[in-house]
């Protein structure tokens, strides 16, 4: 008999990197001392093969012992280990039925391409407040239009986008149902927006200010502070507020920052970053900023500050504008002040221009147009005087 259990689980974590065998053809392969994977070699139909069990640290020695005790079983009848652990793999997932498990089960796959893996849950929220209260313990075969309509009906115009979140994520799961081989009505969740017709919700604008306004308020922010600095440079820059609380110090080269893809909205999975020039005023702002750990605009504690930072500041000073609304300003001006071309306005706020065979064919991003905009932009927000009057353009 092969002599077996050589491994001992106390000292596992001691171990450094190397193949330790415990006996009956198990095996620990350590590619460092605190990680590596179980593999169980067997010899079928004359071959021999290798089966993993699993990765160390997570399958514990017991774990592998157990698995490696039941798949050398499968090997003495005569049958490939590995062909059957897929096997029970897909037979579990058939036995996904009620819409809460497929539901989860949908989620788990997409984490990855979902910021974060998902963890902040805005991807299932709308499903775990909104219908799996209702629809979570049905069988997903027998969901079909009348119970979505019922079920979404309340919030379809009250609360019309999260409503619409709701029924589009609703229809990825029971996509999802259906690769798994359920049995589902993949026609339901249109049937179901035909029942509840055409919502009458009107997306709002975020407040902006006058264009005329905004020097005034420029001039206003002479702290020095974290908030005042960053407000400045997003009102110098026209960008997304998220895209300035991250910057970094390695995004700047000269007079242009360039924002990772992954910072700005609208490009997911993107490769494409986007340069920002700056202006003399920008980088002499740049230079006053209290940065720490490369980040230009960090908060007191730790981490970025936060948009609401930037929100209530001016909440505060009893204005309804918001941070975002100057992307607006800046356009406005833009259009009344200037003879800009209408692609070259848009790419300063970083809108995309024209459909994707355009912009695949387009190689230029118009940075030294932008340069002279943001100069002139500049120029103009340092306008408002100490005495309150503002030199006319």
Sequence with gaps: MRESNKIIAARLPGLPAGKYGDGDNLWLHKRSASAGKWLLYFKLFGRRREMGLGPYPEVTLKRARDDARKWREVVRSGLDPIKEREAERRAKERQLHLLRDVALDAFESRKAELKGDGIAGRWFSPLELHVLPRLGKMQVSEIGQLDIRDTLAPIWQEKADTARKAINRLGIC????????????????????????????????????????????????????????????????????????????????????????????????????????????????????????????????????????????????????????????????????????????????????????????????????????????????????????????
């Design 174 to 393: 029971l996509k999802h149902a259906a690769a798994l081989g359920l049995d589902v009505d993949l026609q339901a969740v249109e049937k179901a927006r035909a029942l509840l017709g055409k919502q009458r919700h009107v997306a709002k604008n975020i407040p902006a200010m006058m264009w005329r306004d905004v020097p005034e308020f420029y001039a206003s922010l002479n702290e020095g502070t974290s908030t005042h600095l960053a407000l400045k440079l997003l009102m110098l820059t026209g960008v997304r507020s998220k895209s300035l609380r991250f910057m970094h110090e390695d995004e700047i080269a000269g007079d242009i920052w360039t924002i990772p893809a992954d910072l700005i909205k609208g490009r997911k999975g993107a490769t494409v970053d986007f340069r920002v020039p700056l202006s003399k005023e920008a980088l002499a702002l740049l230079a006053r900023t209290n940065r720490r750990d490369g980040f230009l605009f960090p908060s007191i504690r730790k981490g970025v500050i936060s948009d609401a930072t930037m929100s209530r500041l001016m909440e505060r000073r009893g204005m309804t504008a918001r941070p975002h609304g100057f992307r607006s300003s800046f356009r406005d001006w833009i259009e009344e002040m200037t003879d800009t071309p209408y692609e070259i306005a848009e790419m300063a706020i970083g809108h995309k221009v024209g459909g994707s065979v355009e912009r695949a064919y387009r190689r230029t991003d118009y940075l030294d147009q932008r340069r002279i905009i943001m100069q002139r932009w500049a120029e103009f927000l340092s306008t408002y005087t100490n005495d309150g009057v503002g030199i006319a353009q």
